[in-house]
């Protein structure tokens, strides 16, 4: 079995800063990508940010500047760095990962966090 366990959401104010931590852990062979994804109420969820193994990184358009998503590969966690928050980012965040077990090396599966809640209001 695979976990991918989130934290550091919360409330901040506009121009804030928050720092989400994901950490994967189980039967775990290879993390291939991780990534961050958000749904706000009413909305699709949608990718934020994701990072390959070789440390590659991709931003949607409306968080590029301000946020930064690093992993370390020892710890098998993925961090996702949120600076000068809007009220337009608050929504529940996803820690996302393509992972292949002990159990089946040849097959990655995307496995899902949680979610924690991010709130940006003054």
């Known amino acids: 079995q695979v976990q991918l366990v989130e934290s550091g959401g919360g409330l901040a104010l506009p121009g804030g800063s928050l720092r989400l931590s994901c950490a994967a852990s189980g039967s775990i062979a290879s993390i291939y990508v991780m990534g961050w994804y958000r749904q706000a109420p009413g909305k699709q969820r949608e990718l934020v940010a994701r990072?390959?193994?070789?440390?590659?990184?991709h931003y949607v358009d409306s968080v590029k500047g301000r946020f930064t998503i690093s992993r370390d590969n020892a710890k098998n966690t993925v961090y996702l760095q949120m600076n000068s928050l809007k009220p337009d980012d608050t929504a529940v965040y996803y820690c996302?990962?393509?992972?292949?077990?002990?159990?089946?090396?040849?097959?990655?599966?995307?496995?899902w966090g949680q979610g924690t809640q991010v709130t940006v209001s003054s």
């Open positions: 990072i390959t193994s070789g440390s590659k990184s």
């Open positions: 996302n990962a393509v992972i292949t077990t002990v159990q089946d090396p040849g097959k990655g599966e995307n496995y």
